[in-house]
């Protein structure tokens, strides 16, 4: 009985301490929720549906791959649980290391990134990219560090009201 007890004790431990790992790449065309405790970009990823980030959510994109999307984008984290954005290449001397585009490519959609952490971003086009007109971006409570020193946040064509909050 003792063993029983001390083997449901330890599995018990073991399953709450599980942390979730999800791969993304392709083509999403519904709605996506990201609320691993790690999403691994392999591949650049388009989304024809809206994507919603969970707080405490970590990105780690696998090479410099794209994350494009033709809908809504909702990455909020809080103070306590931030939502990190990074590279597993953190080589940013090299076409291969870092992120690349995270970019908003339609009308009149959303744009929220607030109390999130862009680590080694490496794109010609800065790590975050909205080309279009009447879009509303938020970029809100950010940390953006270790890029590469050419690169930028870039807005294009966008004529709407925004807000970035240091």
Known sequence: MRKLFLFIALALTFATNAQTV???SGIYNSNEVWDADTVKITGSVTL???LTIEPGTYIEFQGLYNLTAWANIFASGTPENRITITAKDTNLTTNTGGI???????????????NCDFIYFNSWAGILSVVSVD????????TFSKANPSKSITILKSQTSNTFVD
Do not use: M, P, R
Request: net charge negative; hydrophobic share 40%.
């Open 48 to 50: 024809w549906g809206d």
């Open 100 to 114: 690349g585009v995270i970019g908003l490519q339609s009308i009149g959609n959303t744009f929220h990134f607030v």
């Open 135 to 142: 879009d509303e971006y938020i970029v809100s409570n950010c």
């Open 22 to 24: 999800i791969e993304k």
